[in-house]
């Protein structure tokens, strides 16, 4: 069973920064697609940024330029650099794992795993 811990989560003013990481906890991480997802009051879940197991990225458009997905193999951990925080960032965000390494994964019902979420809250 694979478990996956946020961290990093926040209140900050439109234009900072924050990061966010996720400790995955199982033996596959080196395969595991890994993604992000955000969920805001009212609103669908919806993907922000994922990597896969080679390293490639896909970013939504609102979030293009501003955020960057990393990954550290060694330490089995992803994550997510914000920049550039706009109100409408106003979330909370999961970390998610694919154990297929599907590099097309877009949908939430994609991702076996699923972190228990941290708060990202952007002020004006």
């Known amino acids: 069973q694979v478990r996956l811990v946020e961290s990093g989560g926040g209140l900050v003013q439109a234009g900072d920064s924050l990061r966010l990481s996720c400790a995955h906890s199982g033996r596959t991480f080196s395969r595991t697609l890994m993604g992000w997802f955000r969920q805001a009051p009212g609103k669908e879940r919806e993907l922000v940024a994922t990597i896969s197991a080679g390293g490639n990225t896909y970013y939504a458009d609102s979030v293009k330029g501003r955020f960057t997905i990393s990954r550290d193999n060694d330490k089995t951990m992803v994550a997510l650099q914000m920049n550039s925080l706009r109100p409408a960032d106003t979330a909370v965000y999961y970390c998610?794992?694919?154990?297929?390494?599907?590099?097309?994964?877009?949908?939430?019902?994609?991702?076996?795993?699923w972190g228990q979420g941290t708060q990202v809250t952007v002020s004006s």
């Open positions: 998610s794992a694919d154990r297929h390494n599907n590099v097309y994964a877009r949908s939430p019902d994609q991702y076996e795993y």
